[in-house]
Each structure stands twice: as structure tokens, then as C-alpha cells.
């Protein structure tokens, strides 16, 4: 979900001719993200949605689909579908950008970890070449992984939708 709309806040600072879809699970959080988009200025180029990502039909949308820390709240078992069905909102040559910590971090890492692991509905936290693998397996390509914390196991996977 996009929360608080602050990830989409920065990328808009960043380039000013973004525009933007929020998807955010919970009503209440996306009425919030709606009314920080109002507050910094941005309803004209973002839009807060709610609904579940396995549900949306947004076919060939996007340049750009991000996944911030929060792929653990999707079982394993589901996340390569869940992969599919994000590449589907890429046009060709598009790009999925995916955080999350994976297994054999630092102790916050792993308790993150059982925390998805014994949460009904969410799994544990991926290994890194196993998150690769799964982003291939649902068809990305040139997909890389890169550390963000030296010393932990924080990464971003990059995949991009075949021209």
C-alpha cells in the first residue's frame, strides 16, 4: 500500500512531471494519503486508489510499478503471481522497483522476519536469490538486486518488463 503517500511525495519532488497512482489496501489510510496529497500540492498529478493490487487491472500503465517493504505481507506461494500481475501494469520497457529485507540481516531483519512468519495472511521475509528468481519467474529481465544497508540484508530488485 502506499500508506502515507510520502514515497510518492519524494519521487514527485524528485521529478516534477510525475504523475502518480497510490494503491492502498485500508480506506482510512488511503482517505489520509489523499489529504497529504491536497496538503503538499499534488492532487493534480496523484491519485489515491483503494483495492487490493491483485485485483487491479492497470494493463500496460506504467513506466514505473514500486514495491516498498511490504512484499512479506503476500505468501510465498502467491508472490510470483503477485510478480505477474505487477509486470502486467508495465508498458514495454517498463521497470519494477522492489525493497524489502530479506533473510540473515540484522536482528530487527529477522525479527521482521518471524514476524511475518507466524502473522496470518503474510509470509516470511524473502532471501535475496530467491527474490531474483521469483522476479525472473514471473518474467522480468535484467533483473539485479543491490544491498541499500552495508552489513544488513536490505536490498532493492530491479526488473524490467520486455520491450
Do not use: H
Not at 530479506?102 to 529477522?110: K, N
Amino acid at each position: 500500500g502506499c500508506g502515507s503517500g510520502i514515497y510518492i511525495k519524494q519521487a514527485a519532488i524528485s521529478n516534477p512531471q510525475l504523475t502518480a497512482v497510490g494503491l492502498e489496501l485500508q480506506a482510512p489510510v488511503a482517505a489520509m494519503a489523499r489529504q497529504n496529497m491536497q496538503e503538499w500540492g499534488l492532487q493534480q498529478r496523484v491519485t489515491i486508489e483503494v483495492g487490493d493490487v491483485r485485483e487491479k487491472n492497470f494493463a500496460n500503465s506504467f513506466d514505473l510499478v514500486t514495491l516498498y517493504n511490504n512484499i512479506y505481507y503476500f505468501p510465498v506461494a502467491d508472490r510470483i503471481e503477485l510478480l505477474k500481475q505487477l509486470r502486467s501494469f508495465l508498458k514495454p520497457g517498463g521497470s519494477l522497483f522492489l525493497t524489502t529485507g530479506c533473510q540473515g540481516g540484522s536482528l530487527a531483519m529477522e525479527l521482521l522476519n518471524l514476524w511475518g512468519a507466524t502473522t496470518q495472511g503474510c509470509d516470511r521475509l524473502p532471501d535475496a536469490d530467491e527474490m531474483v528468481s521469483q522476479m525472473q519467474s514471473a518474467g522480468f529481465v535484467n533483473v539485479t538486486k543491490k544491498s541499500l544497508l552495508p552489513g544488513d540484508a536490505f536490498y532493492v530488485f530491479i526488473g524490467a518488463q520486455p520491450s
